[in-house]
T-cell receptor
Framework: KQEVTQIPAALSVPEGENLVLNCSFT??????LQWFRQDPGKGLTSLLLIQSSQREQTSGRLNASLDKSSGRSTLYIAASQPGDSATYLCAVMGTYKYIFGTGTRLKVLA | GAGVSQTPSNKVTEKGKYVELRCDPI?????LYWYRQSLGQGPEFLIY????????DSGLPNDRFFAVRPEGSVSTLKIQRTERGDSAVYLC?????????????FGPGTRLTVL
């Protein structure tokens, strides 16, 4: 059974710092991995999707990497801003459904 | 174009009552998914539709939960005899699997509170 773990559970950093969020999964037979952002009381916003054949994806200040063999993904956020404060969720797709981690709650202090 | 929409945005009900939650997927998306997110947790899969049929309902917690998608577009999640433990945010997503895309687009969710 696929299990997804995210570390740390919460993170508080001063504005401008570069930071790394970690995601690990137990079954490497994944179809893709996606990072989402969730603001309080809101739905999910897709940030980056990495197909199983890819190693990384980049969008603006965000970079996500995938190492299937070790069951790990990282989300790198450069030059963090207060507007980045949210919960970040990692999700892996086996066949067609996502298995989510419990998220990392990020707070960027001005 | 319009994204996935869900109604109502909030639903408060009493224990034992019946509720229906609606999802309008992105037009043309053949695949539709329901997830449930409890407080402090990540979303958990409930059911997946491909067209009108439920391709996988293995995530439904018990027989009080049922979902339909009669015309292959709008879906309704139905919960009978609600319990306090059913309180959560119910998320719907859709994807254009028939068009070769596995990207799931999520709606804003319905927050269900069972008193």
């Amino acid at each position: 059974k696929q299990e997804v773990t995210q570390i740390p559970a919460a993170l508080s950093v001063p504005e401008g710092e570069n930071l790394v969020l970690n995601c690990s999964f137990t079954d490497s037979a994944i179809y893709n991995l996606q990072w989402f952002r969730q603001d309080p009381g809101k739905g999910l916003t897709s940030l980056l999707l990495i197909q199983s054949s890819q190693r990384e994806q980049t969008s603006g200040r965000l970079n996500a990497s995938l190492d299937k063999s070790s069951g790990r993904s990282t989300l790198y956020i450069a030059a963090s801003q207060p507007g980045d404060s949210a919960t970040y969720l990692c999700a892996v797709m086996g066949t067609y459904k996502y298995i989510f981690g419990t998220g990392t709650r990020l707070k960027v202090l001005a | 174009g319009a994204g996935v929409s869900q109604t109502p945005s909030n639903k408060v009900t009493e224990k034992g009552k019946y509720v229906e939650l609606r999802c309008d997927p992105i037009s043309g998306h053949t695949a539709l998914y329901w997830y449930r997110q409890s407080l402090g947790q990540g979303p958990e899969f409930l059911i997946y539709f491909q067209g009108t049929g439920a391709a996988d309902d293995s995530g439904l917690p018990n027989d009080r939960f049922f979902a339909v998608r009669p015309e292959g577009s709008v879906s309704t999640l139905k919960i009978q005899r609600t319990e306090r433990g059913d309180s959560a945010v119910y998320l719907c997503a859709s994807s254009d699997l028939a068009g070769g895309s596995d990207t799931q687009y999520f709606g804003p969710g319905t927050r269900l509170t069972v008193l």
